[in-house]
């Protein structure tokens, strides 16, 4: 009996948690053996990647559908617009100053749409994405409604020459998606995240245990806000041109993400990064058929979510019971003792 | 004299922005589901209005002879084949799935009308006004305004006088003693879902009468609706008409105030009210 223990390692995750040191390492030298063209295609995985994980941290986890995550993309372009423009803050510095302010700004917009249930609160995301995009397109000195580009100065500013700024536009995407994908990991193994599984999985349940569900909510929400700003940022630092309807797009920042989630496996942590694969390998091929694609990918996602509503990953995690990533708890050791 | 006649034109504007909302408050009223394609929707019946008349060379009020009755259809229809498939405790599978249905619609109608803004003719109608006092007031805003009253109290009277809302009201108030007690739950969703869809149709007509519109005009219009709904207080169709008219007065007076404003106005209304009377106005079930 002395053998069995709980443990959320399996001999696969940490078989990939060492295989993510040279994939990581890979990625890293990516400047040096990726076209141009690829390394910009890698850097939009990136980014979209981590703008899955954080809608699926929201809608999967803490039970918060938003349709208006495109609020926080669009806040940070302007965000570091206004701050290296307007302010003349040094990039490097204003993309942790951005972040942290989209935090500061999420936490009232919580207050104030978690006042709505379910499927309201998705639509009330939308009319605060909304709010921020008409504010937006009246500051002049942004462009107003057709928007702005991002001076050539600061952009030069931060590298030496066109290879460096790709580069260095690169390892700003990866690491936001490893800080992001680390941080929800990490998150979710703590005790906020224990208790934001239970939300999840039981809301009533978990209150009657004493979790502030409200509390919890509320941590999820600011902190996603905070990080989506982030990603915001560097998704605009890459296109180097902002306008409201471009920074605010609902398809874009939140439609696509949608599906990328509930494509890949909502609720888990690889079907964001598997969705993500999906999504760009079927955009890669199917992109010439213009709107016919979206209509596909539409119907893609209304099939998933009615035939397997736990898409791709759910779908292998339940054939095969595996995880890539140490999350749930697991006794080993029950064949030995008995 | 500006500011009175700003806000007879939001009241009227409110009409319409009623029956945006009319259709969302009576399938969340009778089986909770919040329905993110209902902007497009709204669309499509527009462009169903604009091929009725163009090939048949009806003006678009005698077009809402056919398309009242076409939504209807494709919304039961709609109901029984797919969304029936959602229905239940979990609130994702209805949201992602109308949500699914919103891009595909406003992607068909981009290849089927191309992106290009267009409008229902109705002809001299659109411009008659009468002369109350020194206002003038749209023949048409009025029609729309008198349609959206009929159609409210229309609904009201059949929540609480026939068989039908009856049954609407059973299923709102337990799903399953209704099915017990000899309903089938699936027709009756379909019938809502129909009927929300019809009044939909009624709004699309107007919404094409009023201003030009294209394959995104979707979303605009499902917010515009959601807040009326959320300001009235969810599940009191009266409350949902006084909800289209403060949010039609809300814009009107902000467009008055600097153009810029007219949506933004609207919106901040919302929440404020959201702010200080979460469940609206005047609520009568809870969210």
Request: aromatic content about 10%; some cysteine; overall charge positive.
């Amino acid at each position: 009996m002395s053998q069995m223990h709980v443990t959320r390692r399996t001999r696969l995750s940490t078989a990939v948690l060492i295989l993510l040191v040279p994939i990581l390492i890979l990625l890293i030298a990516a400047p040096w053996w990726a076209g141009r063209a690829d390394l910009r295609l890698m850097g939009e995985i990136a980014l979209y990647m981590s703008l899955a994980t954080l809608w699926n941290l929201l809608a999967g986890y803490a039970g918060l559908v938003s349709v208006g995550q495109q609020a926080y993309v669009g806040l940070g372009g302007y965000l570091f617009f206004a701050l290296t423009m307007l302010a003349g803050i040094d990039p490097y510095v204003a993309l942790p100053l951005a972040a942290l302010a989209g935090a500061v700004i999420a936490a009232p917009v919580a207050v104030l749409i978690f006042r709505l249930r379910g499927a309201y609160f998705a639509i009330g995301t939308w009319v605060m994405a909304e709010v921020f995009r008409l504010t937006f397109a009246q500051v002049s000195s942004l462009g107003g409604g057709s928007g702005t580009s991002l001076s050539a100065s600061i952009v030069r500013g931060m590298a030496d020459g066109r290879s460096a700024r790709e580069a260095m536009a690169w390892w700003l995407a990866l690491g936001v998606a490893v800080l992001v994908i680390g941080s929800v990991v990490l998150f979710l193994r703590s005790r906020q995240g224990v208790a934001l599984t239970a939300i999840r999985d039981n809301e009533v349940a978990a209150r009657s245990l004493g979790i502030d569900i409200w509390r919890t909510k509320f941590i999820v929400y600011v902190v996603t806000g905070g990080l989506t700003t982030l990603v915001g940022c560097l998704i605009f630092l890459q296109k180097l041109r902002i306008s409201p309807d471009a920074a605010f797009s609902v398809n874009d920042w939140t439609a696509f993400v949608i599906f990328i989630v509930v494509i890949g496996g909502i609720g888990t942590i690889e079907g964001p990064i598997i969705g993500t694969l999906v999504f760009f390998a079927l955009r890669e091929t199917m992109a010439d058929l213009g709107t016919l694609y979206l209509i596909a990918l539409g119907l893609v996602a209304i099939v998933i979510m009615l035939k397997a509503p736990r898409g791709l990953w759910g779908f292998f995690r339940d054939r095969y019971n595996i995880e890539i990533f140490p999350l749930s708890r697991r006794v080993t050791g029950l064949n030995k003792g008995a | 004299m500006d500011w009175v006649n700003a806000v007879v034109q939001g009241v009227l504007l409110g009409g319409l922005y009623a029956l945006f909302a009319a259709g969302l408050s009576l399938i969340f009223g009778v089986m909770r589901l919040v329905n993110i394609a209902h902007g497009d929707l709204i669309v499509l019946s527009a462009y169903l209005a604009l091929t009725v008349t163009t090939a048949l060379g009806l003006s678009p009020l005698m077009a809402l002879m056919i398309v009242v009755p076409g939504m209807g259809l494709i919304g039961y229809l709609l109901q029984r084949a797919i969304l029936n498939r959602t229905m239940g405790e979990d609130l994702l599978p209805p949201l992602l799935v109308t949500f699914g249905l919103s891009v595909i619609i406003q992607n068909a109608l981009l290849m089927g009308y191309t992106a290009d803004p267009q409008n229902l003719q109705a002809g001299d109608i659109e411009i008659a006004s009468v002369e109350v006092g020194s206002i003038a007031l749209g023949v048409m805003p009025l029609i729309v305004f008198a349609t959206a009253v009929v159609v409210i109290a229309a609904l009201q009277w059949m929540f609480y006088h026939t068989a039908l809302g009856r049954a609407f009201r059973a299923t709102s108030d337990n799903q399953d003693i209704a099915q017990l007690m000899g309903l089938n739950r699936a027709h009756v969703f379909g019938l809502a879902m129909g009927l929300s869809l019809a009044v939909t149709a009624l709004a699309g007509v107007f919404l094409g009468i009023r201003t030009s519109f294209d394959p995104a005009a979707g979303s605009a219009r499902l917010i515009f609706g959601f807040e009326a709904v959320i300001i009235g207080g969810l599940g009191n169709l009266w409350g949902t008409l006084a909800g289209g008219v403060i949010l039609g007065v809300a814009q009107t007076l902000g467009a008055k105030i600097n153009p810029g404003y007219q949506i933004l106005a609207g919106h901040i209304v919302f929440l404020v009210i959201l702010a200080i009377r979460p469940r609206g106005l005047f609520p009568r079930i809870d969210g």
